[in-house]
């Protein structure tokens, strides 16, 4: 017979090399991984698994999940992969900024909307019915709640029969781009936008993120009269809201700017878009993170097709931080599935989403040695098809190996998944799988501070507000008799 | 810029990972994989990618690619994974089987059949209707091509609408088992019993596989008076038959038989199982290859439960080979995902799925390096709703990584998937993507013979007939000026 003593070490070893295998628990942890691996078992036995399913269906059931209730109560770290457009949910949007005054709407041959605050009536826009004044608008319908539950429909992917709606991820691409167009003439309104941003960060503090790290195109914002601002004024105004944010919560760390620029544009465009990047960063350095493209990669154009773009800050002689979307894609072998090995040679800081990174061992082996890690964000890949059973995402591979991974929500105003907590539960629950435990769930909050864009000293200061909030998580949740211990 | 020849250093050294990756193609192969990559192109860009299909949905597709045709055309080698019940199409079973004198059959309670042959009317079965001859069943009918129709479908999985039809893995596990009863009074008839064993071989022999491995428990068959024949009886049938079928086609190499056990016995049942399996493979060491346990991993026993039974063969100082079915599950991290490990500890020569082999990065290591096959059938994977779109299997990790795998088909007969042609073109196009090539095929099927239970020498000459069937598949197959250089 094998030796079992052999065998356990074999299992332990194995168990070691995942993400927090070798993160130790003190008493306190250790109870309450008992108390949450009993719950993890719940979930996992129970008729219907909620990783297995579409997140859209799922999340009733998760939001029931005490496994859920513990993340959410959980401190996360920071979010390092959100997109500016998809920052807030759609329920504000409509409630609050379509309210607004001024606010104009036109229907879209394509069965969309478009917004514009204006303080006349706008000219009429191509594809678009009339404009019309919204409180007007709202003033005719007998309905006012039909007609807003419609609107929100516009501005989000979140749907309840998502496998109808969206058959392919072609339907589910053109849909998720469409809605991009409908929410950008209300968040780029001035006002609107600082209040958005505001809002963005307050989603992100109550589902106890304390960082982020934000990929925007920096849109121009406008205003009533028609003024435009410059791109320079929205990355002022992240500035300022954060620090009004920040002067409130004391405990958030703020945000930092991913500058992006979608990957539909030409060579020329992209490098005249990389000198702004560094002329910005070098008057912003403190906001200013890095760089990135973005856009659907199985359509868009390679990272190699960029090269000479991409050359550009080395070959000045000035660094400007990539954080590379790569390898958001199935198909393997052909050239959109060489952006992570491409991503790689362009000394990417991140791997955006790295879907693929598994089929790639070579690359799997720099990007360990070099600590770049993935931006794991499980809903995302899901909702936009990728994958429909979160236990076959190839990032338990990647967690099982201990490979650097952080964990985001992408879109979470359009995935209907607000803050952090619910892509925590499906890595948790549905990717690790029963093996992941409170130390996994610790290393991947440490990790989204240790992989993040800030400053070593502030780093270290961010550890140490989460280490605090950490040990109180501990404390408040952990059975009652080591909460009295301790008091 | 990154060194465009780093670069492509870098791809190169990738792609030389990857199964296939170092087999060197002559000039008439790489022809023909010019070809192949283009017309693999075409399906993976086609409107519907069948591999991200349900195979039931798929199939006819897939016969529509010309792919999939040169696929059937090539010597693929062995089938290695293939249980005995599900060897033969339901199509040969109704119409040929069913169609025999004295074939009885009752209907059960919950909706499926059973049969029985006899010389007089069997006794009444517990949860079955009073038995019926099937010869004046059919000629009460107005449409027996119905009822036929209705008898295929008890005795395959395969339906027009599997999504439906099978909503969980409970669902079509238990439609699976269920199926395994119906078929079973058909098939232990004695003199069916040969034809079925001949017919399958028939079977894979159209498909140009050349030798089998198959898992069977080696059931009791019954003649029309009610004998019963011993396990004994059908070993030496089985060998029989092959060398009846060997002498029509000598250049088949027969069948080897890996005795199973259902992994519901106890563990002195499993005991006796194997001892009897050790008394038979001494009798019959030319067919006895090794042993296995069955049944769906995640509901039954582990092979550790079970691991007294399984240290009878090296305690006895014996050697009989195992071939253990291990993490044919995507339940991470519970017991029954320990099994590849023990499969490992004890021994095993191959993994049978192991699904969950890339979430064991040590496990994985270990099969590796000696060189323990992992049998992917991809098909099953995806009918028993492991996965729902193949690119995502496991198996491209492993096929990326260079790891001894084989493919095979399970239950081709539950499947709609006779032979092993379907399989070959799941992993190679959908499991594989654009980066596997005709060195892919080539190298898994020379796996198939270099992995599989026979004797160095025969293995050589296994190696020797399909190198000579390979150059005719090329010669045919690649551009009609090579196949003229040759002639």
């Not at 990669?297 to 070959?315: H, I, N, Q």
Request: hydrophobic share 40%; proline share 5%; with cysteine.
């Amino acid at each position: 017979m094998p030796d079992p003593s052999q065998r356990d070490l074999m299992l332990q070893q194995e168990a070691s090399q995942q993400i927090g295998g070798r993160v130790e628990l003190s008493e306190a942890e250790q109870h309450l991984n008992t108390i949450l691996h009993k719950l993890k078992e719940h979930d996992m036995t129970a008729p219907q698994f909620p990783p297995a399913m579409h997140f859209f269906k799922a999340r009733n059931l998760i939001q029931r999940s005490p496994v859920f209730r513990l993340i959410q109560k959980m401190p996360k770290g920071a979010a390092l992969h959100i997109h500016s457009s998809s920052l807030v949910s759609e329920d504000w949007l409509v409630k609050n900024v379509t309210y607004r005054p001024n606010c104009y709407i036109c229907f879209t041959w394509d069965q969309s909307v478009r917004f514009l605050f204006s303080n006349h009536t706008p000219f009429p826009r191509w594809g678009c019915s009339f404009w019309k004044l919204l409180e007007t608008l709202r003033a005719n319908l007998r309905d006012p709640t039909d007609f807003d539950n419609s609107l929100m429909q516009n501005l989000t992917l979140f749907t309840e029969d998502p496998e109808k709606a969206y058959p392919t991820q072609e339907s589910v691409w053109e849909r998720f781009e469409q809605i991009f167009l409908a929410v950008s003439g209300l968040i780029t309104h001035a006002p609107v936008f600082k209040d958005f941003v505001y809002r963005g960060l307050e989603q992100l503090y109550n589902d106890n993120v304390m960082y982020l790290e934000l990929r925007t195109g920096l849109s121009r914002t406008y205003e009533l009269d028609g003024t435009i601002h410059d791109q320079e004024w929205s990355l002022r105004a992240y500035k300022t809201v954060a620090q009004q944010f920040m002067e409130k919560h004391p405990d958030f760390l703020g945000t930092r700017i991913i500058i992006t620029v979608h990957r539909v544009l030409s060579v020329s465009q992209v490098k005249a878009a990389i000198m702004e990047a560094i002329r910005m960063q070098k008057v912003y350095p403190e906001i200013v993170a890095g760089f990135d493209l973005v856009g659907r990669e199985d359509s868009g154009r390679s990272l190699w097709y960029f090269r000479e773009a991409l050359s550009l800050p080395s070959e000045l002689g000035i660094s400007l931080p990539f954080f590379f979307h790569a390898g958001e894609t199935d198909s393997e072998g052909t050239e959109v599935d060489e952006n992570i090995l491409d991503a790689l040679l362009f000394n990417t800081s991140r791997i955006g989403h790295g879907y693929a990174l598994t089929h790639h061992p070579l690359a799997k082996e720099v990007s360990r040695k070099r600590g770049v890690a993935v931006e794991v964000c499980p809903i995302s890949n899901q909702v936009l098809k990728l994958v429909s059973d979160l236990r076959n995402h190839p990032a338990a591979v990647l967690m099982a190996e201990g490979h650097p991974v952080v964990i985001s929500s992408d879109d979470p105003g359009m995935f209907g998944s607000s803050g952090l907590s619910y892509d925590f539960y499906e890595a948790f629950v549905g990717i690790g799988g029963l093996s992941a435990h409170l130390g996994t769930l610790k290393e991947l909050a440490m990790n989204s501070i240790r992989y993040s864009s800030l400053s070593p000293s502030v780093k270290d200061r961010a550890i140490a507000i989460w280490q605090r909030k950490w040990d109180n998580f501990i404390l408040e949740n952990s059975p009652q008799r080591f909460a009295t211990d301790k008091i």
